[in-house]
């Protein structure tokens, strides 16, 4: 069974930069998985903020980036701000619309 | 503008059956495949199920194979999942998302309906 890994918590200082991973518990995440990220706010639906590893969504302030570090797709906040504060979830196509979502980072802003 | 609107859920028990729906606006409902993403109480995203563009591949989560069942109607933008069998643990809050047609991608999302399977 796939596991997509993400860290649970992160925290980052006002202005910061923040770096979140998404793994997998066996191998290595390449662009082959087409990594997406999704900001979700409790309550709320999720929002689309990177596609196909490093495509940011309409919309998406350009302090959001994908990309891949190592082994591991990640989500890079560059000069992070209160309203970031929020749940970030990727998610790996596997093929046959097989689609594994990581557990989410909460994020904090403090 | 793009819209997603769930309905059907609410409350049912164990073992109990539920049909949840999603109506579609805004955009060329045939031409994009559809997914059902869960999310249980205080928990994070579970892909379900999806469907392609003209309903002839369906897909499942391991979670819910032979329980689920996903079908579309694109005469009436509209997208259903039966859900026959159901459990405690299915509890959840169930979205419809739109997958992009070029990419495998979510790119917008309903805001969800409630399912709460207890006795």
């Known amino acids: 069974q796939t596991v997509v890994t993400q860290e649970p918590s992160f925290s980052v200082s006002p202005g910061g930069t923040v770096t979140l991973t998404c793994g997998l518990s066996?191998?290595?995440?390449?662009?082959?998985?087409?990594p997406s990220w999704y900001q979700q706010t409790p309550g709320q639906a999720p929002r689309t903020l990177i596609y196909?590893?490093?495509t940011r969504s309409s919309g998406v302030p350009d302090r959001f980036s994908g990309s891949i570090l190592g082994n591991k797709a990640a989500l890079t906040i560059t000069g992070a701000q209160a309203d970031d504060e929020s749940d970030y979830y990727c998610?790996?196509?596997?093929?046959?619309?097989?689609?594994?979502f990581g557990g989410g980072t909460k994020l904090t802003v403090l | 503008q793009v819209q997603l609107v769930e309905s059907g859920g609410g409350v049912v028990q164990p073992g109990k059956s539920l049909r949840l729906s999603c109506v579609a606006s805004g955009f060329s409902f045939s031409s994009f495949a559809m997914h059902w993403v869960r999310q249980a109480p205080g928990k994070g995203l579970e892909w379900v199920a999806g469907?392609?563009?003209?309903?002839?591949?369906?897909y499942y989560a391991d979670s819910v194979k032979g329980r689920f069942s996903i079908s579309r109607d694109n005469s009436k933008n509209t997208i259903h999942m039966k859900m026959n069998s159901l459990r405690a643990e299915d509890t959840a809050v169930y979205s419809c998302a739109r997958e992009w047609e070029l990419l495998p991608y979510f790119d917008f999302w309903g805001q969800g309906t409630l399912v709460t399977v207890s006795s």
């Open positions: 469907i392609s563009f003209d309903g002839t591949k369906k």
């Open positions: 998610v790996l196509f596997m093929g046959g619309a097989n689609w594994v």
């Open positions: 196909n590893t490093n």
């Open positions: 066996s191998g290595s995440v390449s662009a082959r998985y087409y």
